[in-house]
């Protein structure tokens, strides 16, 4: 009885001090009305459903530290990062879902919050809906585009992310091949290592590390939360009252949010945390229909697979997982780096066989790669080895591809940007299947925490 006695009162105790510290953050929390005068907004499905916002936020890091993690520049005070959170109602699972920021998008009408200016709907690149009218436009646009209703709104901007990382002790993280952008900073071996907070934010910031851009950067960042959640649930932080304060400071410390995000609602994931592991978590990106989708004024943008996109959608509505059993590759595909998705070709025909270009693009597009489906004749119709032609920049895409085109022969040529062009030689046979050799990267599948997070 004494013992029974005594875990009751630390319980009682316990969640005592939880909710006074938690209410204390709430009322500290940044507000926003994300969802003034909105109408015809879609239907509640089941669970919560939270848009979360990455914003540049460099103003609020030291001069030191800015320079540091090459964070140079004015602030933009625009989207960095957009994924809508989905809590499951059981608070058993939780599904992230990225939007890229190059996604082609149709605003509605609207007043631009900086000019004042009234607009019609027109089209503009995803993360552009925040410059133009802010968060209200932000959850306008991205509930248009889903049908999934926005429950709550969280922006984090890169200093609560940095102070968060660094509260936690790091955070661990694994890659197979080194990683280096001159644009962040970013320099890591091959191995496992352990970020801190400015090292994690150039983890997440990167966009240069290989052709894959903005694509491969988001799965990057899935890999990153997916860490996070692993590094928070297993060090004892969501059991502790005083360290749970000390993590939800640090990461309510530049948020803001919408006005019905509070005390109740960060209790609420607090207790929902506490029984998460890296399994619990999946992450996907909308599927990808057109990766280069030319909008004049707008220049290249990413559109959407319509289908596949729907059908992800509705998942989140219904509640649904999305993660199926993870199956092995088949025997005969050939691992590579760069997944065939996120790689562009255009196929020459090298030879005066008629038709040997257009059976390469075919074969190449039915295996993944993102050819553009237009075939031309080479000026040399003498080629023997197939030759593919790439910008050193993308090697690793280029490497993918020869993987696919045994005996095909790699030809540098500087400035050609990530379009890589394979002349069709008369050795030409047929595409070996190739797949990545990270289950994370290429397309957009979903995949559960603990296939990514280190071992």
Not at 64 to 88: Q, S
Not at 105 to 121: C, F, I, L, R, Y
Not at 223 to 237: K, P, Y
Not at 345 to 367: C, F, H, I, W, Y
């Amino acid at each position: 009885m004494r013992v029974v006695t005594t875990i009751s009162v630390v319980f009682l105790a316990s969640a005592g001090i939880g909710h006074a510290v938690v209410t204390s953050l709430g009322e500290g929390i940044a507000r926003v009305d994300p969802f003034k005068d909105m109408k015809n907004r879609p239907a509640a499905g089941h669970g919560m459903n939270v848009l979360l916002v990455g914003t540049d936020g460099r103003d609020k890091i030291t001069e030191e530290e800015r320079r540091k993690y090459r964070l140079g520049g004015a602030p933009c005070h625009c989207t960095d990062t957009m994924m809508i959170v989905h809590i499951a109602a059981d608070r058993d699972r939780a599904t992230i879902v990225s939007l890229p920021r190059d996604s082609y998008a149709e605003v509605p009408a609207h007043t631009d919050q900086t000019t004042g200016a009234e607009h019609g709907s027109h089209p503009i690149k995803l993360n552009a809906a925040y410059a133009e009218g802010g968060p209200q436009l932000t959850v306008r646009t991205v509930e248009n585009m889903t049908h999934v209703k926005v429950d709550h709104y969280l922006e984090v901007d890169f200093a609560s992310f940095m102070q968060t990382v660094d509260v936690l002790g790091g955070v661990n993280i694994c890659t197979a091949q080194p990683l280096k952008d001159s644009y962040t900073g970013l320099d890591l071996t091959a191995g496992t290592h352990t970020l801190n907070g400015g090292q994690a934010l150039q983890y997440v910031r990167s966009r240069h590390v290989d052709g894959a851009s903005d694509l491969g950067r988001m799965q990057r960042q899935q890999r990153f939360l997916a860490a996070l959640i692993e590094r928070a649930t297993s060090s004892g932080v969501l059991l502790n009252p005083m360290k749970f304060r000390d993590v939800t400071r640090a990461v309510l410390g530049s948020v803001r949010a919408d006005q019905g995000f509070g005390t109740d609602e960060l209790l609420d994931l607090g207790r929902a945390m506490r029984n998460f592991s890296p399994s619990s978590s999946e992450f996907t990106t909308v599927p990808i229909g057109q990766m280069a989708y030319a909008v004049k004024g707008i220049g290249s943008t990413l559109k959407w697979d319509e289908n596949k996109a729907t059908a992800l959608f509705q998942s989140l509505r219904d509640d649904k997982p999305l993660a199926a059993p993870h199956q092995a590759a088949p025997a005969k595909t050939v691992r590579v780096e760069v997944a065939p998705q996120q790689i562009q070709v255009q196929v020459e025909n090298g030879t005066p066989t008629d038709g040997l270009g257009k059976r390469m693009d075919s074969a190449l597009a039915a295996t993944g790669f993102h050819t553009t489906g237009r075939p031309v004749n080479a000026q040399d119709r003498t080629t023997q080895h197939s030759v593919i032609v790439y910008d050193p920049r993308w090697d690793r895409s280029a490497k993918s591809l020869a993987a696919a085109l045994p005996g095909s022969e790699l030809r540098e040529v500087k400035g050609r940007g990530p379009l890589l062009k394979v002349i069709a030689g008369s050795d030409f046979k047929q595409v070996t299947r190739v797949r990545v050799q990270d289950p994370y990267q290429g397309e957009a599948r979903v995949v559960t925490g603990d296939q990514v997070v280190c071992p």
